[in-house]
């Protein structure tokens, strides 16, 4: 099965950077989309960047301009968080779809039709 494996969480102080790893190797298709999610206790899990096959990009309104996520051609996907506030505290999940064509930004970022999950790294942000 085409897991994703994340790596890179840990504690920051506020304002601190962390970069998170996806290790998506074993996801290998032509068209898909994959994204960060991030999910705190109590809260529904929450899209926070996804990227498309043709390199589009899509951030969640309270992460932009702070967080970047990209792909190399090793097939890891990354999120570099800077800048990191205390209500960036959660657990993020990497995930991957694939898709059939071109797929709105809006539904690439949505969790909805993500079927390759991550296990998940923490995060945590102190004050």
């Known amino acids: 099965q085409a897991r994703p494996v994340e790596s890179g969480g840990g504690s920051v102080q506020t304002g601190g950077s962390l970069e998170l790893s996806c290790d998506v190797s074993l996801f290998e298709r032509s068209d898909y989309c994959m994204g960060w999610f991030r999910q705190v206790p109590g809260k529904a899990r929450e899209g926070v960047a996804s990227?498309?096959?043709?390199?589009?990009t899509t951030y969640a309104d309270s992460v932009k301009g702070r967080f970047t996520i990209s792909k190399d051609s090793a097939s890891t996907l990354y999120l570099q968080m800077n800048t990191l506030k205390p209500e960036d505290t959660a657990m993020y999940y990497c995930?991957?779809?694939?898709?059939?064509?071109?797929?709105?930004?809006?539904?690439?970022?949505?969790?909805?039709?993500?079927?390759?999950w991550g296990q998940g790294t923490q995060v945590t942000v102190s004050s």
């Open positions: 995930a991957a779809a694939e898709t059939k064509g071109w797929v709105p930004p809006s539904l690439c970022i949505a969790e909805t039709g993500y079927n390759h």
């Open positions: 990227i498309a096959s043709d390199g589009t």
